[in-house]
């Protein structure tokens, strides 16, 4: 069955500081893959997406996500932490019955 | 551009009463989503229309919510009655049409829905 798997339900990071969050998805073929972004009392928001070709996608505000098909991870990072990185993140990936999954979300804190 | 917009934002509700959502996408695209996010949790595929016909809806309680896209434009998804565990936040989103292409989807703020 298609899922998506972000282990850390909470992180915290120091402003500055680098980051990475984990998404793990399982699907037989080469899935079409997401990172949004959710402020409090908002919706989300696209902030990169890999379909094919480099497997290092750049997204906006500083963010980038690198697809590894043989650990079937697509892990958001960013270099340097702003305190208004501070939301909730959603990986998704589109794959069987050409649905979009979701994962359960990573909140990110940030303390300054 | 304007985004997807829904209404309304908040909405709080007792037990067996009825509720209305409303969604209007972004123009030109033609493919429409409503999700339930329930707190805690990602958002779960409720019913997805590509103009006014529906394309999946294998996830909607459908003794109780109902959806429609009339003209294939704005949509509306009603629950009748509610219950408890219907507590959730309401996204709608859209895209351009999906087919040979996969196209990314821009999501509304969300209705947050409190039964009580």
């Known amino acids: 069955a298609q899922s998506v798997t972000q282990p850390d339900i909470h992180i915290t990071v120091s402003e500055g500081a680098s980051l990475e969050l984990r998404c793990n998805y399982s699907?037989?073929?080469?899935?079409?893959l997401f990172w949004y972004v959710q402020s409090p009392g908002q919706g989300l928001q696209l902030l990169l997406k890999?379909?094919?070709?480099?497997?290092l996608v750049q997204g906006i505000k500083g963010f980038e996500a690198e697809f590894k098909r043989s650990q079937s991870s697509f892990n958001l990072r960013k270099p340097s932490v702003h305190w208004s990185d501070a939301a909730e993140y959603f990986c998704?990936?589109?794959?069987?019955?050409?649905?979009?999954?979701f994962g359960s979300g990573t909140k990110l804190n940030v303390k300054p | 551009e304007a985004g997807v917009a829904q209404s309304p934002r908040y909405k709080i509700i007792e037990k067996r009463q009825s509720v209305a959502f409303w969604c209007n996408p972004i123009?030109?695209?033609?493919?429409l989503y409503w999700y339930q996010q329930i707190l805690g949790q990602g958002p779960k595929l409720l019913i997805q229309?590509?103009?006014?016909?529906?394309?999946?809806d294998s996830q909607l309680p459908k003794d109780r919510f109902s959806a429609e896209r009339l003209k294939g434009v704005d949509s509306t998804l009603k629950i009748q009655p509610a219950k408890l565990e219907d507590s959730a936040v309401y996204l709608c989103?859209?895209?351009?049409?999906?087919?040979?292409?996969?196209?990314?989807?821009?999501f509304g703020p969300g209705t947050r829905l409190t039964v009580t």
């Open positions: 123009s030109g695209h033609a493919t």
């Open positions: 229309f590509q103009n006014n016909g529906v394309v999946d």
């Open positions: 998704a990936v589109y794959g069987n019955f050409n649905k979009f999954y």
């Open positions: 699907y037989g073929a080469t899935p079409y």
């Open positions: 989103a859209s895209s351009l049409p999906m087919g040979d292409r996969v196209y990314e989807q821009y």
């Open positions: 890999y379909f094919s070709g480099d497997t």
